[in-house]
């Protein structure tokens, strides 16, 4: 299996990659898990942008956020699998990804993201600790978590 990783500031992404992530959002978030939400909300612009390839193929996505723009530390958001790649490891390579470029763009800060419910055991094994009370976003349960640097605590 051939892996490849790019990521981009949304000015650098190319029309087709811009396409690519938006498709593989969509199919996620909307047709997947029956949600109806404006993915879209004017943080794109701002952000960097992860992208995994399975033998060239878009297979993963995540949206690396800078501090301040969804909350006061660095965030990690839109984290997708492909479903044809779940439960194969590269959801762990991702997130291991989206955090290396999160201190390498933002600093060796905490890094908070909102989680499904679902995955908290998956953020759990990569660090990550509830942060906050259980709430409703579009209809899914998330909690709130951060992952902290040992030199941050």
Not at 8 to 15: A, G, H, M, T
Request: hydrophobic content about 40%.
């Amino acid at each position: 299996m051939i892996l490849t990783h790019t990521v981009k500031s949304f000015y650098e992404l190319s029309l087709d990659e811009l396409y690519a992530l938006l498709k593989l959002r969509s199919e996620v978030f909307v047709v997947e898990q029956n949600c109806v939400f404006l993915d879209q909300d004017d943080k794109d612009q701002k952000c960097y942008h992860l992208m995994l390839y399975k033998e060239g193929e878009l297979v993963g996505y995540s949206r690396l956020v800078p501090p301040g723009l969804s909350y006061s530390e660095t965030a990690i958001g839109r984290v997708i699998t492909a479903q044809s790649v779940r439960g194969t490891g590269l959801g762990k390579v991702l997130m291991e990804l989206s955090i290396t470029y999160c201190h390498q763009f933002f600093g060796k800060g905490p890094i908070r993201l909102g989680a499904q419910v679902y995955a908290l055991d998956f953020y759990s094994r990569l660090g990550f600790e509830v942060a906050g009370e259980e709430y409703d976003e579009d209809g899914i349960p998330h909690v709130e978590m951060i992952f902290w640097n040992l030199k941050d605590r």
